[in-house]
């Protein structure tokens, strides 16, 4: 699994030190489906980016996509340090938060001992760009 060099080409990064482990995640941008030109995202104002639009937008053609549908497409990856087993893996997961222990997290499992790994919503403002989404 390559990590993104850059945050641009992402929907959604995220690295974290846990009390044990640690993990790196993110989701890729998706490639427009209409034009294949450009990689598609959140609508672009003026120069700053609209992070609670509830579209995507294609920055080449203008195609749009509902977020919900978008992002039912995109794929959460990540590679860790597993707080359970303390092996170093990757996985994949859907890019879709569900509730881990009455948090809305994205989950990913382990792929030496299947232990979930939860990236809950972190609070805003702490520097995760994905906070007010
Ligand atoms: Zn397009
Ligand atoms: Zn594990």
Redo the contacts with the bound molecule.
């Keep these: 699994m390559k990590i993104p060099e850059s945050m641009d080409g992402c929907v959604y990064f995220t690295n974290r030190t846990l009390p044990k482990g640690k993990v790196m995640a993110w989701a890729r941008r998706k490639e427009c489906p209409k034009c294949h030109k450009a990689q598609m995202g959140k609508p672009v104002e003026k120069g700053k980016v609209k992070i609670r639009a509830d579209i995507y937008v294609c920055p080449s053609c203008g195609f749009t996509e509902q977020k919900i549908v978008h992002e039912e497409g995109l794929t959460l990856e990540a590679v860790y340090t597993?707080?359970?087993?303390?092996?170093q893996?990757e996985s994949s997961a859907p890019y879709k938060r569900k509730s881990f222990q009455g948090v809305q997290s994205f989950v990913v499992e382990?792929?030496?001992?299947?232990?979930k790994?939860p990236l809950t919503k972190k609070l805003k403002g702490i520097g995760d760009p994905d906070s007010d989404s």
């Excluded at 597993?82 to 092996?87: F, T």
């Excluded at 382990?110 to 232990?115: I, K, L, S, V």
């Design positions: 597993c707080l359970h087993c303390g092996k893996g382990c792929q030496h001992c299947a232990g790994i």
